[in-house]
């Protein structure tokens, strides 16, 4: 039984790893000032645009952010690429 349970840890464990490799980067804005920031952020589950904007609405809504839009998503390899432009909201949500 102990095997059997370490068995589906490690399969559960595995999988949330991989699908870390999923990002999305978007635009989000506060009112009153008004202030837009671009940003990537990690995607867990579904690599779309709808599962990032599902994930991120409620996370940049903690800190007063309304997504605007998600702009894509893609893997590990578009990460450095993007570092910059994203600034202090790489990785950030």
């Given amino acids: 039984m ?4 370490s068995s589906f840890l490690i399969l559960y464990l595995t999988a949330g790893t991989a699908s870390a490799d999923c990002y999305a980067d978007y635009k989000a804005k ?19 645009g709808q599962s990032a ?4 609405r409620p ?15 893609f893997d590990e390899a578009g990460l450095d690429e993007r570092k910059e432009s994203a600034g ?3 990785l950030r949500y």
């Avoid at 506060?30 to 779309?48: E, K, M, S, T, W």
């Avoid at 904007?53 to 991120?56: D, G, I, M, S, T």
Wanted: charge should be negative.
């Fill in 2 to 5: 102990k095997h059997l349970f």
């Fill in 53 to 56: 904007a599902e994930q991120l």
């Fill in 88 to 90: 202090e909201y790489f």
């Fill in 59 to 73: 996370k940049l809504a903690r800190d007063g952010w309304q997504l605007l839009n998600v702009l894509g998503v």
């Fill in 30 to 48: 506060r009112d009153d000032p008004l202030r837009l920031h671009y940003g990537v952020a990690a995607v867990r589950g579904d690599c779309d």
